[in-house]
């Protein structure tokens, strides 16, 4: 009798990590979202032609045909050569060469590692800020809700690109022009950051007061727990679908800022092109015929900041359970 209920009450052993892998992967290619992403050919596509590109940029170096940081390796001779498809003496240029006889498609390739480091951090900047607002402001409430989103509301008064102008406008004033193209990276993470956490935190401070009341919260008030571990273990799980979403849309809009920054001449220096750097070199020479030099960062920025909306589109539909 012993025995059998021992058997009875005998614990299922502890899955290993590796099985738990393979049961969460097995769960989410049976789920809504994994149908939804197979059944939308563009967004497919989208994240086929986001992938290339993000690998592409990762593995700059290795991928690239020359590169263009590299003085050693330029070519005065080679400034101005058309794309080898359009002038067969193109020596091998596939999408032709700048003013200083960089290979195109290799600056391309280099500027939109940038393009994307300076995105990825500012948007990452972005995100720390307004989802500690968002949830200080949606949990607390009272005057700290209400100072905070009259901050928000005033800087939603400005454009995002006006913000990042004055604040890269202050920095090159305070420092010294010989420690401009140092700090440029840096400073465009900052700018671009700073003004783009209102977003975060409106949409993490109205998620926010909706799960404060839940049970599962008040439970956990009763019980005793700090209220910082409350808003970071047990409410942040259950807001980040829609910061996802806004991450993800947010990550093609600090690509586009920091290409307009660029290509105003107030973001990245000439000696570390960006998308928007390369834009701005190649349209002093559409006039004169050297089409290229501007042509294709242009279509590469277009290209990789429409994948990328796409693909939050998508996203935003498929974490909203009312389209399921």
């Not at 290795?62 to 020596?91: E, H, I, K, Q, R």
């Not at 607390?140 to 102008?165: C, E, K």
């Amino acid at each position: 009798m012993t025995k059998a209920v021992s058997d009875d009450l005998e614990i299922e052993p502890r899955l290993t990590p590796a099985r738990r892998l393979v049961d969460g992967l097995r769960r989410f290619f049976d789920g809504d979202i994994w149908h939804s992403f197979k059944s939308s050919r563009i967004t497919v596509v989208a994240t086929v032609i986001t992938l290339v590109i993000f690998l592409a940029a990762l593995f700059a170096p290795l991928v690239s045909p020359s590169n263009p940081y590299d003085l050693a390796t330029l070519n005065l001779l080679d400034a101005f050569t058309a794309p080898v498809w359009v002038d067969d003496t193109g020596a091998g240029f596939l999408l032709g060469t700048d003013d200083q006889g960089r290979d195109m498609l290799s600056a391309i390739i280099f500027g939109t590692r940038v393009s994307l480091l300076v995105g990825f951090a500012s948007i990452f900047f972005a995100m720390v800020i307004g989802i500690s607002l968002g949830l200080l402001s949606g949990y607390v409430g009272g005057l700290t809700d209400a100072v905070i989103m009259r901050i928000a509301d005033i800087q939603l008064s400005f454009p995002a690109i006006l913000i990042a102008l004055l604040i890269d406008g202050v920095v090159r004033g305070v420092l010294p022009s010989d420690r401009h193209n140092d700090v440029a990276v840096w400073v465009l993470i900052f700018a671009i950051g700073i003004s783009n956490w209102v977003q975060f935190a409106r949409t993490v401070r109205g998620s926010c007061m909706v799960e404060r009341n839940k049970e599962y919260v008040q439970a956990a008030r009763v019980i005793g727990i700090h209220p910082i571990v409350i808003m970071l273990r047990h409410v942040l799980p259950n807001v980040m679908g829609p910061v996802l979403v806004i991450a993800t849309i947010g990550l093609a809009v600090a690509v586009l800022t920091e290409a307009t920054l660029s290509f105003l001449g107030v973001g990245m220096p000439p000696t570390r092109p960006s998308l928007g750097t390369l834009v701005n070199t190649g349209q002093n020479f559409l006039a004169s015929g050297e089409w290229w030099i501007a042509v294709f960062p242009g279509l590469a920025l277009a290209t990789l900041v429409l994948a990328v909306n796409l693909l939050g589109d998508w996203l935003r539909d498929a974490l909203n359970p009312k389209l399921r």
